[in-house]
């Protein structure tokens, strides 16, 4: 069955920075754009950032110029670099598969990781 596990969380100050990774097995990787989406309490969830196929990306207003999204279809990978963090950036952080092209919005998004939680200090 398909697998998404993210890895990489923690608890860092704000300025700091932190790598997200999610490795994905159980599916064809190259056929499948990436995400990232976040969702912090009492909050809906949000979408952070995508990359397409070929390596095409979408970053959220709220963090283009301090997140960068990439993979590696070689190893099966996305990641996720999170630059100068903001204690609004407290979440959990959620890796997708969305079949074929970059989405921004979850409901597009087939399969889901477990979320893992990145807190920012202030």
């Known amino acids: 069955q398909v697998q998404l596990v993210e890895s990489g969380g923690g608890l860092v100050q704000a300025g700091g920075s932190l790598r997200l990774s999610c490795a994905a097995s159980g599916l064809t990787f190259s056929s499948y754009a990436m995400g990232w989406f976040r969702q912090a309490p009492g909050k809906e969830r949000e979408f952070v950032a995508a990359?397409?196929?070929?390596?095409?990306?979408y970053c959220a207003d709220s963090v283009k110029g301090r997140f960068t999204i990439s993979r590696d279809n070689a190893k099966n990978t996305v990641a996720l670099q999170m630059n100068s963090l903001k204690a609004a950036d407290t979440a959990v952080y959620y890796c997708?598969?969305?079949?074929?092209?970059?989405?921004?919005?979850?409901?597009?998004?087939?399969?889901w990781g477990q979320g893992l939680q990145v807190s920012v200090s202030s």
């Open positions: 997708a598969a969305g079949w074929l092209f970059l989405r921004t919005t979850a409901a597009e998004y087939s399969y």
């Open positions: 990359i397409g196929r070929s390596g095409g990306t």
